[in-house]
T-cell receptor
Framework: DADVTQTPRNRITKTGKRIMLECSQTKGHDRMYWYRQDPGLGLRLIYY???????NKGEISDGYSVSRQAQAKFSLSLESAIPNQTALYFCATSDWGTDTQYFGPGTRLTVL | ELKVEQNPLFLSMQEGKNYTIYCNYSTTSDRLYWYRQDPGKSLESLFVLLSNGAVKQEGRLMASLDTKARLSTLHITAAVHDLSATYFCAVVSGGYQKVTFGTGTKLQVIP
């Protein structure tokens, strides 16, 4: 079984809808991250969490919110989706030692 | 604000050739990562470079870090088609508070 899972894997929605992307991990890592990937722009950090009680904004947090329900779960919400939020979204985890990040398979989100 | 630049952005090379991908970053950091992404797939960790002068090698790939020059290189030796992918470097700053990725280098190895 995959160590980092994301649901859904693909989602098409309409402008103005609320969307939640979920991430679960079995690696036992405290640190979790949400990124979005756009062609030619690499990965950009949306939010990160170093433990259940710690939530931090990344470089592009506007229009997004997160919830860390447990050590193993980190959800990303788009309160009112807009077309420029169409992207590939990745969840990642890391441990305290090396900070090497382990990525989930990604969620492809399309906002019409 | 930390800037991370990779070059080239796109590289097409023949099998058997050598080449180097460069990763420059703008502020002090002593921790740098290289990742690989296959088309339509997620990212996979290749190397973690933790100090000035660090060198890591795995197969045909070798990564190095020069913190004084704020430069990391990923050297490809005798490229093979299976190395075709997009390679990202990522730099940690602010006491591990933030990881910034480069824009990626898309490598195409032609048989």
């Amino acid at each position: 079984d995959a160590d980092v899972t994301q649901t859904p894997r693909n989602r098409i929605t309409k402008t103005g809808k609320r969307i939640m992307l979920e991430c679960s991990q079995t690696k036992g890592h405290d640190r979790m991250y949400w990124y979005r990937q756009d062609p030619g722009l690499g990965l950009r950090l949306i939010y990160y969490s170093f433990d259940v009680k710690d939530i931090n904004k990344g470089e592009i947090s506007d229009g997004y919110s997160v919830s860390r329900q447990a050590q193993a779960k980190f959800s990303l919400s788009l309160e009112s989706a807009i077309p420029n939020q169409t992207a590939l979204y990745f969840c990642a985890t890391s441990d305290w030692g090396t900070d090497t990040q382990y990525f989930g398979p990604g969620t492809r989100l399309t906002v019409l | 604000e930390l800037k991370v630049e990779q070059n080239p952005l796109f590289l097409s090379m023949q099998e058997g050739k050598n080449y180097t991908i460069y990763c420059n970053y703008s502020t002090t950091s002593d921790r740098l990562y290289w990742y690989r992404q296959d088309p339509g797939k997620s990212l996979e960790s290749l190397f973690v470079l933790l100090s000035n002068g660090a060198v890591k090698q795995e197969g045909r790939l070798m990564a190095s870090l020069d913190t004084k020059a704020r430069l990391s290189t990923l050297h490809i030796t005798a490229a093979v088609h299976d190395l075709s992918a997009t390679y990202f470097c990522a730099v940690v700053s602010g006491g591990y508070q933030k990881v910034t990725f480069g824009t990626g280098t898309k490598l195409q190895v032609i048989p």
